[in-house]
């Protein structure tokens, strides 16, 4: 018999109310306050002055899934340690940076797939990526040299490959840092645009503050872009949603 207009949107409604509450039963009135202060709390803990954490989702949505900002000058180090902090939290889940790089760490062993940063180093040893002058555009000339390159990364997807992007010292370093970051993400979107998925990629900038050693600062060959292939991170999983202790 034909389902009636009006009991399938009776339906979805109650389907909709019932779906809200069971997503909002794991976030019960100051279970997410108490994230956030015992968040705020490990943060500190670890060093992370300035790194804060949003437990909400995309929709705006209380969520025990922290997205965590801030912190993009801090050394992979740093940045772990925060990540496995805020992990251990008590009701917290999986943790995502607001750069896309990795979801917190586990005690598992970590891989270090240097062969791949060897191959992009190799590749850039004789040549570099250019760009227009004082600009983030890449010359059509580096096109295919970005080509070698992401076949060099593809091994080793999977992995967190930092883009780091250096000038040298013959401008104002505010100018120079911001050179070097919109150079970096340049790159970065080139290779996305080469299959590289995003997630996996960070893009900084550090303008003339680690010129090549035996150069000057001011010589024009520290204007250069580095690929660093971190590290891969076993992820402990966690049930998503599931409620936390209280």
């Known amino acids: 018999m034909p389902i009636r207009p009006s009991l399938a949107i009776f339906t979805g409604a109650a389907l909709t109310v019932a779906s809200a509450y069971l997503l909002a039963e794991p976030v019960a009135p100051g279970f997410i306050e108490r994230l956030e202060r015992d968040t705020a709390a490990a943060i500190v803990e670890a060093g992370g002055s300035g790194v804060t954490a949003r437990f909400a989702n995309v929709t705006g949505w209380p969520s025990r899934h922290p997205l965590l900002s801030g912190g993009e000058r801090l050394d992979e180090k740093t940045r772990a340690r925060i990540a496995r902090a805020v992990y251990n939290v008590p009701g917290v889940g999986g943790i995502v940076w607001s750069d896309g790089t990795a979801r917190a760490e586990s005690d598992e062993p970590t891989y270090q797939p240097l062969h791949c940063q060897e191959d992009v180093e190799g ?30 990364l593809r091994p080793c997807l999977g992995s967190i490959i930092a883009i780091t992007g250096h000038t040298d010292q013959s401008g104002p370093e505010p100018g120079n840092i911001a050179l070097s970051m919109e150079r970096a993400r340049a790159v970065r979107e080139a290779l996305v645009r080469r299959g590289i998925p995003r997630d996996g990629l960070r893009a900084s900038g550090v303008g003339s503050s680690q010129p090549v050693e035996g150069l000057a600062p001011t010589d024009p060959a520290n204007r250069r872009i580095e690929f660093s292939v971190i590290r891969t991170e076993p992820l402990r999983p966690t049930p998503v949603d599931t409620p936390g202790a209280r």
Not at 127 to 151: C, N, Q, T, Y
């Open 123 to 152: 590749l850039l040893r004789t040549r570099s990526i250019r760009f227009e002058e004082a600009s983030s555009a890449i010359l059509p000339a580096s096109r295919m040299l970005l080509d070698e390159v992401a076949d060099a």
